[in-house]
């Protein structure tokens, strides 16, 4: 996926620059995203991401309510899964990035670590409703983890991501707002698309 483009993305970024700026990179320069989240995540920015994530949760939240009911059961821009699938799979994983921040922040890392499983979809039934409050479940949990990993921004993390490696603690909850950017766009271009 590309460099991000669009006016929308532009109003977002006033409300979550860090996360915005780390997006910009991924797609085009990924050595130079992962320096710009180390830089963007380190000491003392938990509070200030935690309230960008909420301005990217608003947005989510948005777009949905932007699109028709049909378009929850249209393909979600994401292998095969539909809007509702793409839509809760993002919920989820923006409780498990943070929440791994979090449990190494406390030193609670199970000695038997989770797999992360990159591309696992959410029920491809769900409604609106549903999806909404499961990004607002998301939102409690990463204030929760946002409150655990204060303070250790900069403690190590072992979650070993197949796609993105390790990070430490800050720089998985700022990475949680960076993949929920990601599927945004997804659902931006499919708004679009159908009018």
């Known amino acids: 996926m590309g460099p991000v483009t669009r ?40 509070a200030a991401v935690l309230a960008q994530q909420e301005a990217v949760a608003d947005a989510l939240a948005a777009v949905l309510a932007e699109i028709p009911d049909e378009l929850l059961r249209a393909p979600g821009g994401e292998e095969d899964w539909n809007v509702a699938q793409a839509f809760s799979h993002t919920t989820g994983a923006r409780r498990g990035l943070a929440r791994a921040g979090a449990l190494a922040a406390r030193e609670e890392w199970p000695v038997e670590p989770p797999k992360v499983v990159p591309g696992v979809p959410g029920a491809a039934d769900a409604s609106r409703e549903a999806l909404l409050a499961l990004l607002d479940k998301s939102r409690r949990s990463m204030a929760e983890s946002a409150a655990a990993i204060a303070g250790h921004e900069s403690d190590p993390c072992p979650l070993d ?13 700022l990475f949680a707002g960076v ?11 499919l708004a679009d698309a159908a009018g």
């Open 7 to 46: 006016a929308w993305i532009d109003d977002l970024s006033a409300l979550s620059p860090d996360v915005v700026a780390v997006r910009r990179l991924i797609g085009s320069d990924y050595r130079s995203a992962r320096r710009e989240l180390r830089r963007r995540a380190g000491p003392g920015s938990a």
């Open 161 to 173: 991501h197949p796609l993105i490696g390790r990070l430490r603690c800050g720089e998985w909850l």
């Open 179 to 189: 993949h929920d950017l990601m599927h945004l766009e997804q659902l931006h271009r």
